[in-house]
Structures are given as structure tokens and as C-alpha cells.
């Protein structure tokens, strides 16, 4: 059995939906058959598809098993040993056509998709620091920092047309240019997860599933900034 990782999502509308006592389920139940060296549990953040919550992949497979219950958690793992049959009943099904999709990038609302903030939801565990840096986290921290000056920075972000997501649309580098000359010798970076559409969860779903890139982003601003 080759290693396989199981990635529950661990949003905060994943928890609402059982992924705690789900997550747990999966503890006991690799505890129980000895997998502890075949099976990797991580706690994703949300995968965006809330309806489906909790949510389980298999990676590298890139299986997707919805509305887990924990009463299904011991056929899934069973399903990963020699002749073990997959709980097709799991699979995510069209409400209209009612076809399966055995298979995360095979389902309508994620094929659609490409993502870029977002490109890491639901396959790293935002707890977990190495998960992140194996995914090239902090590499834009480390050539900000050792090969240019923060007015260089300034000046790429200017030329890169990067905007804000608020109404106004005001460019990225004309903000941090302004910061940059304004006076004083102390300067503050603020993480402003205002959630400008209620209900939305669009900024706290950033920081729930990828803080690493949002910490990132703030020292980088510290440093052109400051």
C-alpha cells in the first residue's frame, strides 16, 4: 500500500457540518488498523464547496468523498487496503443529472475554477508551517529581502497593475507608495479582514486556509513600507 494522505476540510462551515468528530473517527480508525506509517491525516481549510461539507479527499488519487459521516469513516479506510472497494455512495452527485464524479476536478464546481489566491485550499494544512514552505511559501519573502530595495519593491508591484478588492479598485503600489513617503519613523501594517459582503466569509476564508501566504504578504508590505 503506497502512502496515501487524507485530507478532511477543517473550515469553519466544515466543522459546523461534523469535520471534528469526523477527523477524530479517522484518528481511531487508523489507530485501529495499524496505518499510522500508510495514512497522513491533515486539516485542511475549506474547499469552497460548503453544500458538500465535510469533505474528504485521498490524495494522491484525488478522490472526494461528500458529507462524510463518521459512520462512513470505516469504509473509507478500508477502502485504501489491498481490495478494498471505494464507498461510491460518497461520491459528489449532479442534483440535476445525478451523475457521479468519483473525482475532485472532475465535479462542475471545481473544474470551472482555477484559482490563485486560493490555490492551496483544501490540500495543505494551514497549521502546519512546512506544508506551506513545501509549496514554495516565503520563497517571494526571501528574493524581496536579499535582492531588493523596498522602493524596488514598490516599484514591481506598481508595474505588476496589482489592485485592491475593494470597490474603488486602487492600485496595490500607488498604496504602498504613499505609505512608503509618508513621515515618521514608525510605521503600521494592518491586516484588514473586513468582510465587505456580509455572510460572504471571503477574507476569513483566507486567513482560515492560508494564513502563511497572508503573513507573507504583510512582512513583505512591512518591508517596502517601512
Known sequence: MSLKTLLVSHGTCCQAAGAGQVYAAFQSEIARWNLE?????????????????????????GILYARVKEADVSKIIQSLLPGGQNPDHLYYADPQTFQKFPYRQEIPFFSKQKRFILKNYGSMDP??????????GYQALVRVVSELTPNEVVTEIKGSGLRGLGG????TGEKWDICAKAPGS?????????????????????????????LEGLLITAYAVG
Open 186 to 214: 514608525v510605521k503600521y501594517v494592518i491586516c484588514n479582514a473586513d468582510e465587505g459582503d456580509p455572510g460572504s466569509f471571503q477574507d476569513r476564508s483566507v486567513l482560515e486556509g492560508d494564513p502563511h501566504a497572508v
Open 127 to 136: 497549521d502546519n508551517i512546512d506544508n506551506y514552505l513545501k509549496s514554495g
Open 37 to 61: 506509517d500508510k495514512v497522513e491525516l491533515k486539516k485542511p481549510g475549506c474547499h469552497g464547496f460548503s453544500q458538500i461539507d465535510p469533505v474528504v479527499v485521498i490524495e494522491p488519487d
Open 168 to 171: 474603488g479598485g486602487f492600485t
